[in-house]
């Protein structure tokens, strides 16, 4: 994946693993709590390999 991909698929991840940890809480749903809590930070890592790529795209185009 290229990095935007990349930080747009980790945002999108975020943001599914928010949904599904507020509705396990809401449910008293402490596997989909769980779950969430592991998407979010899924997304979190692929948000930030998209930003380490567009920063080693930077200094590779400045090289």
């Known amino acids: 994946m290229g990095s935007m ?22 449910t008293d749903n402490h596997s989909l709590e769980a779950k969430g809590h592991a998407q979010e930070a899924k997304g979190k890592a692929q948000h930030a390999k998209g930003e380490l790529k567009e920063g080693a795209k930077g200094v590779i185009d400045r090289a």
């Open 5 to 26: 991909s990349d930080k747009v698929a980790g945002k999108a991840n975020e943001v599914s693993g928010k949904v599904k940890q507020a509705v396990g809480d809401a």
